[in-house]
């Protein structure tokens, strides 16, 4: 069994910085691409950014020099700095990984979410 597990959301004022985490957990022999997604209310889930496992990245343009993804692979770690955070920035955020399990398989699997809300 394999669990990613996030924390760091929280309630924070525009103009303000949170850090999310999300370690996954269980039988991996490695991950893959990495990533950041959220869900406002009403709309659908979307991209914020992801990181394979050489660090390479991609940003939603919405949250670019914003925000920044980054990993730890001997933690199975995921992060995202998010900084001058505005109201539309609340929301859901779900951590997604394609894992490698120990039969060798890749699979995707996704998180609980944690909510982000930035209040005006």
């Known amino acids: 069994q394999v669990q990613l597990v996030e924390s760091g959301g929280d309630l924070v004022q525009a103009g303000g910085s949170l850090r999310l985490s999300c370690q996954a957990s269980g039988s991996i022999l490695s991950i893959n691409t990495m990533g950041w997604y959220r869900q406002a209310p009403g709309k659908q889930r979307e991209l914020v950014a992801i990181i394979t496992r050489d660090g390479t990245t991609n940003y939603a343009e919405s949250v670019k020099g914003r925000f920044t993804i980054s990993r730890d692979n001997a933690k199975n770690t995921v992060y995202l700095q998010m900084n001058s955070l505005k109201p539309e920035d609340t929301g859901v955020y779900y951590c997604?990984?394609?894992?490698?399990?120990?039969?060798?398989?890749?699979?995707?699997?996704w998180g609980q979410g944690t909510q982000v809300t930035v209040s005006s």
């Open positions: 997604h990984a394609y894992i490698v399990k120990t039969d060798s398989r890749e699979y995707s699997y």
